[in-house]
């Protein structure tokens, strides 16, 4: 099983709004990523877990906070939104510790819409 | 630093006719290289990868990628395109080193059209 799953699917929200991003695998893989991708771009790299710590977070702004209460689960902690963070956010997960021949595996994504 | 650069943000093709994606890389390392595909509303799926064992990298769906070294590049061929091949195309490196480690950076995508 190599699955990666994320909900919802589909999140609308306003600006105000507080909303949560789930991201679950069942795999056993200790590292775990939040990626941002705007249409027709690569996705962008916002946070690695590594072994449920926090080990990378690219300058994301606090509005988005990242969570990883166990090894198979990942949240994004939204609030106080801007239109422009509408995006597709993919989870992604690989093995152990993030090392560079590891293959990622990508979640469908979250559509998220900010009004 | 590592990056990639993908030649060309659309490639058309017809159905049966080879698939050729372009991928050059830069690294000041050896690199590790991973081509991607993303169909429309879903993430994203490995195709391949390169890890410094074989230089000819055989992946699913009957892609395969050719590491050259003298020409920094990695790019992706199937023999003969099929419809459900239509689908926008990653490549990306990472590379060994410090804080960098297991960081993928990506390449601005290819979208594949197959005509039938």
């Known amino acids: 099983d190599t699955e990666v799953t994320q909900t919802p699917k589909h999140l609308v929200m306003g600006m105000t709004n507080k909303k949560s991003l789930k991201c679950e695998q069942h795999?056993?893989?200790?590292?775990m990523y939040w990626y941002k991708q705007k249409a027709k771009k690569p996705p962008e790299l916002m946070f690695v877990?590594?072994?449920?710590?926090?080990?990378i977070n690219e300058s994301v702004p606090s509005r988005f906070s990242p969570e990883c209460p166990n090894s198979s689960l990942l949240n994004l902690h939204l609030h106080a939104l801007q239109p422009e963070d509408s995006a597709l956010y993919l989870c992604?997960?690989?093995?152990?510790?993030?090392?560079?021949?590891?293959?990622?595996?990508f979640g469908p994504g979250t559509r998220l819409t900010v009004l | 630093a590592q990056s990639v650069t993908q030649l060309g943000s659309h490639v058309s093709v017809s159905e049966g006719a080879l698939v050729l994606l372009r991928c050059n890389y830069s690294?000041?390392?050896?690199?590790?290289l991973f081509w991607y595909v993303q169909y429309p509303n879903q993430g994203l799926q490995l195709l391949l990868k390169?890890?410094?064992?074989?230089?000819l990298v055989k992946g699913i769906n009957g892609f395969e990628a050719e590491f050259k070294k003298s020409e920094t590049s990695f790019h992706l061929t199937k023999p003969s395109a099929h419809m459900s091949d239509a689908a926008e195309y990653f490549c990306?490196?990472?590379?060994?080193?410090?804080?960098?480690?297991?960081?993928?950076?990506f390449g601005r995508g290819t979208q594949l059209t197959v005509w039938p």
């Open positions: 992604a997960s690989s093995q152990g510790r993030p090392i560079s021949t590891d293959t990622q595996y």
């Open positions: 795999m056993g893989h200790r590292a």
């Open positions: 877990y590594s072994y449920e710590k926090l080990s």
């Open positions: 690294s000041s390392v050896p690199p590790y």
């Open positions: 390169y890890t410094s064992a074989a230089t």
């Open positions: 990306a490196v990472t590379a060994d080193r410090g804080s960098t480690l297991g960081r993928l950076y």
